[in-house]
């Protein structure tokens, strides 16, 4: 499986952007999905994870309410829609894919990255 992540840019605080990720292959509808993200001298955290069917999110305690995460298996994408943006929103954003199709946190239990995709928010 690859990824593509898209959609990242700048946008001022309380502004609004949202993610793509594209994924080859045909057996994305099977996986598990996640969002990640890294700032600049941070670890790797996490951010929100979708089921197989969409039927289970799951979403970090910091992006919760403002953050809603979304995928279309026909179209092999998934999104994050985000909303209400902070400065500490500020990260390079990462998509994974894990073969297993539930939901989880842990990037070590995720397969397949993509590049990641730059999201600055100014104040």
């Known amino acids: 499986v690859q990824l593509q992540a898209s959609g990242g840019g700048l946008v001022q605080a309380g502004g609004s952007l949202r993610l793509s990720c594209a994924a080859s292959?045909?057996?994305?509808?099977?996986?598990?999905m996640g969002w990640f993200r890294q700032a600049p001298g941070e670890e790797r955290e996490f951010v929100a994870a979708?089921?197989?069917?969409?039927?289970?999110?799951y979403y970090a305690d910091s992006v919760k309410g403002r953050f809603t995460i979304s995928r279309d298996n026909a179209e092999n994408t998934v999104y994050l829609q985000m909303t209400s943006l902070k400065p500490e929103d500020t990260a390079v954003y990462y998509c994974?894919?894990?073969?297993?199709?539930?939901?989880?946190?842990?990037?070590?239990?995720?397969?397949?990255w993509g590049q990641g995709t730059q999201v600055t928010v100014s104040s």
């Open positions: 994974a894919a894990d073969r297993s199709p539930l939901t989880t946190p842990h990037s070590e239990e995720y397969d397949y």
């Open positions: 292959g045909r057996t994305f509808s099977r996986y598990g």
């Open positions: 979708i089921s197989w069917n969409g039927g289970n999110t």
